[in-house]
């Protein structure tokens, strides 16, 4: 039942780029480093402190504050049957706590543990977006890399449930015979299909690259990680 995600936490220089990209997507900028590659040890330290000292939610914040200014402009344009998708892991509910409980490895079967645990928490700021969309009668799906299992299928809808979520129009979960490298074609075909429902998807939000590619959306909108990168 594991997940597709490929942890680069071994790779210093993958942890260098994807902090500094991170933080870079986040106030719309272009990450640029010439900086020698640090000890692991000390890029951890980073992420940790990025994380405690509330700049990680703070820039995810704001990336959710320009998705809010425009669902809102185009509501206020009258756009037809809108709807937005969201992806799940770290950009709708947080999955920090295994992280640093794990030194920031990754280990299919004991992630799959703790999400069917429901331990992962709601990202405030896009709890706020996905309420205030709902609130304005915009339909919320939900396209994650979770694998489609019944048991993680109810343990995911169950914690956004309690994590303050609303009833999703659809949960999308990637099937387990799907074996693409990438989630692009997955996730793009869902959006797709959304759209072949007659919903016109005004947002994509996502704390990947490959949550956003692949077209059917108006806008994407990247949320910072600094952890980890999925293909």
């Not at 937005?84 to 794990?102: F, K, N, P, R």
Request: overall charge negative; hydrophobic content about 35%.
């Amino acid at each position: 039942m594991a997940t597709n995600r490929n942890a680069v936490v071994l790779s210093a220089l993958g942890l260098t780029a994807l902090l500094a990209s991170g933080c870079a997507a986040a106030h719309g900028s272009t990450a640029r480093s010439a900086e020698p590659t640090p000890n692991l040890h000390y890029l951890k330290k980073s992420i940790s402190e990025y994380h405690d000292s509330g700049r990680w939610d703070a820039d995810i914040a704001r990336a959710d504050q320009r998705a809010r200014e425009y669902l809102e402009r185009r509501l206020a344009e009258g756009v037809p049957n809108p709807a937005i998708v969201l992806d799940i892991d770290e950009t709708s509910l947080s999955t920090y706590g295994y992280e640093a409980e794990h030194d920031f490895g990754y280990m299919p079967e004991e992630f799959d543990r703790y999400v069917l645990d429901r331990a992962p928490t709601a990202i405030p700021a896009t709890r706020d977006l996905v309420g205030y969309a709902h609130s304005r009668g915009v339909a919320v799906f939900f396209v994650t890399g979770r694998r489609e299992d019944p048991r993680m299928r109810e343990a995911t809808a169950q914690d956004l449930r309690e994590e303050g979520y609303p009833q999703p129009a659809g949960l999308f979960l990637r099937p387990e015979g799907d074996h693409d490298p990438s989630v692009v074609p997955y996730k793009s075909g869902a959006r797709e299909g959304i759209e072949q429902q007659g919903y016109r998807i005004v947002l994509n939000v996502g704390d990947q690259d490959a949550d956003l590619a692949g077209g059917h959306a108006e806008r994407g909108v990247k949320l910072p990680n600094p952890i980890y990168r999925t293909p």
